[in-house]
């Protein structure tokens, strides 16, 4: 609590109005220092971001020629003026990669491990525990944890300016050998589909559960994406008008005709002279925000025009029929205890609603749901949503012996090459199409062995196809 306004020779913190502002400096790309400052509401915050900011400036304001580098921080400096010497004479890595680079070692390395001396027996612990650190790190953005690929790419420069580091003798031996890597996912097409044994244990789960909104199930809403591929988009904004329930058999369907969309806020404030947003927020805490949310927008993934009609069986019929009972009731229940509450008119009369609220699913809370509800029906592996689109596309393929206008038609693909995607190579459907042209050879063949030996024995034959 000694601090106090004092200047420390990097910066300052001041009291203003009911919060407080830092000023400190920047350093740009040439090395001249530029004032800044920032509010903040407590004095700590104030403090924290000012320190931040000249270990940060620490990390740029070495020079070429200097003796060689004591800690982390000014090993990285060293590795990314050797970047930005390939950078300008070989033009790899181009400046948008080098700029990252360097943004990723002030964001992630400098601030953890930049002041870690190079001859400091707890190097390589530091540096675990750095990784570690990473390893369970989230988003500031999506607010979820890292991609393996993220993390993969914020390790990178540390890795090779380590490297680097042990090439030029300035470290030995290098801890970072030893260190296990971020590993990145690969996914092959086949990889792409929940397997069907999955698949199967997942839907008998379902068919037990049915409609049970308030505990999260919903047997409707996932049948709609195994039985027909539909996308998550184009289930959840599905729309009442869009489906046709008769009690005629094999006269129901429904039109695809709409997706639902996740798009981001946009400030309702304007900017400053600085061209920084009054509101000095990000623009989905803005009070004027608008243009953000969920929207029902026309059409499928496949274009405007792209609006399949599906044809439904009777099972899924009695599903639509079990699914609308119970939300109905969920919305009257809603209304009389006022806790429906629509954000957006033409969110009314959408198929799969929150029950408390009533209002459309997003994408990342189906997603959620998805994960809970494997989990329940004993799933071990994390599937995404969109795997079952890739089985329901395989299933189709290996009962219609691989008709894939007809698949395409169904999936919403444009093309059909983007169906062929989906499906990946049948070994069987091959193999029995081999056979069955051997087949007909073999056929043509004793027929005319034959035709030869019915002319010698004057046999009658009919006459050839
Ligand atoms: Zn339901
Ligand atoms: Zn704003």
Same mark, same amino acid.
């Given at each position: ?39 903040? %509401? ?12 000249? =270990? ?9 020629? +200097? ?17 930005? /010497?390939? /950078? ?35 190097? #390589? ?38 490297? @680097?580091? $042990? ?5 030995? *031996? ?15 097409? &086949? +990889? ?6 999955? $698949? ?20 409707? #809403? ?11 988009? +184009?289930? !959840? ?6 489906? @046709? ?39 989905? @805490? ?43 009731? +969920? ?18 009369? !959408? ?5 408390? %609220? ?5 994408? &990342?809370?189906?997603? %959620? ?7 329940? $029906? ?14 329901? $596309? ?10 894939? *206008? ?34 007909? =050879? ?24």
């Amino acid at each position: 609590m000694a601090k106090n306004s004092k200047p420390r020779g990097y910066g300052t913190v001041l009291q203003e109005g009911n919060g407080f502002r830092a000023y400190g400096y920047v350093l740009d790309d040439a090395g001249k220092k530029k004032p800044t400052k920032k509010r903040f %509401t407590t004095e700590k915050e104030a403090w924290d971001w000012l320190e931040a900011l000249n =270990r940060r400036n620490k990390t740029l304001t070495m020079e070429d020629g +200097e003796a060689a580098p004591e800690t982390v921080a000014e090993m990285m400096r060293a590795w990314l003026r050797k970047k930005d /010497r390939q /950078r300008r004479f070989e033009g790899k890595p181009d400046q948008k990669t080098w700029d990252e680079y360097r943004s990723i070692i002030i964001a992630w390395h400098a601030p953890a491990v930049g002041s870690v001396r190079l001859d400091s027996p707890s190097l #390589r612990k530091k540096l675990i525990q750095h990784q570690n650190a990473i390893d369970k790190a989230v988003s500031d953005k999506t607010h979820r944890p890292l991609s393996a690929s993220r993390k993969h790419n914020l390790w990178m420069p540390l890795r090779s300016a380590f490297r @680097y580091g $042990a090439q030029e003798g300035w470290i030995s *031996p290098d801890p970072m050998a030893s260190i296990e890597k971020f590993a990145v996912e690969s996914t092959s097409p &086949r +990889e792409k589909v929940m397997p069907k044994v999955d $698949a199967d244990k997942f839907r008998d789960w379902l068919e037990v559960q049915g409609c049970n909104h308030r505990a999260g199930v919903c047997r409707l #809403r996932w049948e709609l994406a195994f039985e027909y591929g539909r996308r998550q988009g +184009e289930v !959840l904004g599905l729309h009442w008008d869009h489906v @046709y329930l008769t009690d005629e058999e094999d006269k129901s369907f429904m039109e695809v005709a709409k997706k639902a969309k996740t798009r981001p806020w946009k400030h309702g404030c304007s900017k400053n002279t600085k061209g920084e947003w009054k509101c000095e927020k990000q623009a989905r @805490y803005c009070p004027n925000k608008h243009g953000g949310g969920i929207h029902i927008e026309d059409g499928t993934k496949g274009g405007k025009q792209v609006k399949p009609q599906i044809p439904l069986d009777s099972d899924v019929v009695t599903m639509f029929i079990a699914h609308k009972k119970a939300q109905d009731r +969920e919305r009257a229940a809603a209304v009389e205890h006022r806790t429906k509450s629509l954000l957006d008119p033409s969110h009314e009369g !959408l198929v799969f609603t929150q029950p408390l %609220t009533q209002r459309p699913y997003g994408p &990342r809370h189906d997603a %959620t749901i998805f994960e809970k509800l494997l989990k329940r $029906a004993g799933i071990k592996t994390p599937y995404h949503i969109h795997q079952i689109r890739h089985t329901a $596309a395989t299933e189709l393929s290996d009962s219609t012996g691989g008709d894939l *206008p007809n698949i395409a038609g169904i999936l919403g693909h444009k093309s059909i090459t983007t169906t062929m995607g989906y499906i990946g190579p049948d070994i069987d459907a091959r193999r029995k199409a081999l056979a069955s042209a051997k087949a007909l =050879r073999m056929e043509r063949k004793k027929k005319a062995a034959a035709n030869v030996s019915g002319a010698v024995e004057a046999q009658p034959e009919p006459a050839g196809e």
